[in-house]
């Protein structure tokens, strides 16, 4: 079974670019999904993207589109029973008034979080956790947390992994909670199945903590010489044109959304609390270096 946000391995375009690269392109497209008006525009561009150039069939990931379908729908749905007039000619059963421009915004929000998630399975699906790493390390982040970044690619599939234990467990005892199409009995399921699966997640962690120790895990900061990587990951042509391309895809963007007229106003108080999270992040990420090389 494929799991969600799990590396799939193969010799795409998209698997052989840097994953410096691709962290670009996933920043800039999804800075442009928030700009351009067409909210279903980004959502087909991305799947595009993924089964051109990374020849990964959206039937991969189509349990993760079918899981999004609720979340619009409820998103939508929302948006037409709170958002104001003006409402639908014909409200249904007589009683209920629908907006239009609650109509308009539950669909852009809701394609806006499909591109979001679609873009985020591109990531994942085309990238080694190991190389995502190694790239961290080669743009000078230190090793622990460059590890950290790869680990935590990692994780989400983990705990899938060690879910589908948990259920197979259980249906072999003949309780078929977290398989069942019952909302109501699939999270009592998933309520019984939330201690096995911490203490599992951390048995898991325990054990790779202590396979890193017994090979050395801190060897090259103890003895203070540089890690060798044999893997040779760096910035190539390509990539480059990739980056270049991806710019001047959110520029063109950005004017395109000033030219019609849709660029958000975003209001001063939440540039400013924005601002204050970036600070606040980045003194919490350098007090974390900070600790690690000390």
């Not at 029973?81 to 109509?103: E, I, N, Q």
């Not at 103890?222 to 044999?230: A, D, E, I, L």
């Amino acid at each position: 079974m494929k799991l969600l946000y799990q590396f799939s391995a193969g010799d795409s375009f998209l698997h052989r670019l840097d994953p410096r690269t691709k962290l670009v392109f996933v920043v800039c497209f999804l800075i442009s999904t928030f700009l351009l008006p067409e909210p279903w525009v980004m959502p087909l561009a991305i799947i595009t993207i993924i089964w051109i150039f990374g020849r990964v069939s959206p039937l991969e990931y189509l349990v993760f589109i079918l899981f999004l379908l609720p979340l619009m729908t409820a998103i939508v749905l929302i948006h037409l029973l709170t958002d104001g007039p003006p409402y639908f000619d014909t409200p249904p059963l007589g009683v209920l008034h629908l907006s239009r421009p609650g109509w308009d915004a539950g669909l852009l929000v809701a394609f806006r979080l499909a591109a979001m998630g679609i873009a985020f399975i591109m990531f994942s699906m085309t990238t080694d956790p190991f190389d995502w790493g190694m790239a961290m390390y080669q743009s000078g982040l230190n090793y622990k947390v460059a590890f950290m970044f790869a680990f935590a690619m990692r994780f989400f599939p983990l705990l899938q992994e060690e879910l589908v234990v948990i259920r197979n467990a259980l249906t072999a005892r003949g309780y078929r909670a977290i398989g069942s199409r019952n909302p109501y009995v699939f999270l009592r399921g998933v309520a019984i199945s939330i201690m096995p699966l911490g203490l599992g997640a951390l048995r898991r962690s325990r054990d790779i903590a202590l396979a890193m120790e017994l090979r050395g895990f801190n060897y090259a900061e103890t003895v203070g010489t540089r890690r060798t990587v044999f893997r040779d990951i760096r910035m190539r042509p390509r990539d480059h044109a990739v980056v270049a391309v991806s710019v001047f895809g959110l520029i063109a963007a950005v004017a395109l959304s000033v030219r019609l007229g849709a660029f958000p106003e975003v209001p001063r108080a939440w540039l400013v609390f924005l601002a204050i999270l970036l600070v606040l992040f980045s003194v919490i990420a350098w007090r974390i270096s900070r600790t690690i090389k000390g």
